[in-house]
Antibody, heavy 120, light 115 residues
Framework: QVQLVESGGGVVQPGTSVRLSCEAS????????MHWVRQAPGKGLEWVAV????????VYAESWKGRLTISRDNPKRTLYLQIEDLGAEDTAVYYC?????????????WGQGIPVTVSS | DIVMTQSPDSLAVSLGERATINCKSS????????????LAWYQQKPGQPPKLLIY???TRESGVPDRFSGSGSGTDFTLSISSLQAEDVAVYYC???????????FGQGTKVEIK
């Protein structure tokens, strides 16, 4: 079955960076685009970034102002998200999610999420 | 960017009664090439990730009970739960996947509780 497992979160200092990982299994990872979505405590869902299946295209939410890098390693079946210059407002649960084939249905599978807490 | 606005923010419904959630997009998410509305609904229970319920505005994802239904077109959409069950208590989000970029925007969520 499809599984997405995030890692790399935790408590991080303001002004530092974090690299989140999402390991995929149960499907042909290289055939699917992948998203990151975040959810601040008690808040709604906020789309972060998407990467095409072959990494040929990457798109970020404008509000991030260049602090993000989304990438993937298809042989390792792993998606990454690097966030620079973290602030308290970045405290959230970060989810990776699979883009439906051909973008037909939105996001059809989600990981359990990884919490990131920005605090000194 | 396309803005998605849900109403109400929360609602309480008796077990077995109908729950209705509305979602309005700031511009049409209907694709005239394939005649599809690029609108999905998700259910998120406490401590869990979102779960895809409906896509193309009205197509149920595999395994989703038929008490969940979606309708609407263009800019106005509705998610209905025909007979609310205890396990349906959750926050529901609409999402457009039409605009390019950003590829995805969500509504603010609607919390459904038992009255």
């Amino acid at each position: 079955q499809v599984q997405l497992v995030e890692s790399g979160g935790g408590v991080v200092q303001p002004g530092t960076s974090v690299r989140l990982s999402c390991e995929a299994s149960g499907f042909t990872f290289s055939n699917y685009g992948m998203h990151w979505v975040r959810q601040a405590p008690g808040k709604g869902l906020e789309w972060v970034a998407v990467i095409w299946n072959d990494a040929s295209k990457k798109v970020y939410a404008e509000s991030w102002k260049g602090r993000l890098t989304i990438s993937r390693d298809n042989p390792k079946r792993t998606l990454y998200l690097q966030i620079e210059d973290l602030g308290a407002e970045d405290t959230a649960v970060y989810y990776c999610a699979r883009r439906c084939s051909g973008g037909a249905c939105g996001l059809d599978y989600w990981g359990q999420g990884i919490p990131v807490t920005v605090s000194s | 960017d396309i803005v998605m606005t849900q109403s109400p923010d929360s609602l309480a419904v008796s077990l077995g009664e109908r729950a209705t959630i509305n979602c309005k997009s700031s511009q049409s998410v209907f694709n005239t090439v394939n005649n599809k509305n690029y609108l999905a609904w998700y259910q998120q229970k406490p401590g869990q990730p979102p779960k895809l319920l409906i896509y193309w505005a009205s197509t149920r994802e595999s395994g989703v009970p038929d008490r969940f239904s979606g309708s609407g077109s263009g800019t106005d959409f509705t998610l209905s739960i025909s007979s609310l069950q205890a396990e349906d208590v959750a926050v529901y989000y609409c999402q457009q996947y039409y605009s390019n970029p950003p590829f995805v925007t969500f509504g603010q969520g609607t919390k459904v509780e038992i009255k």
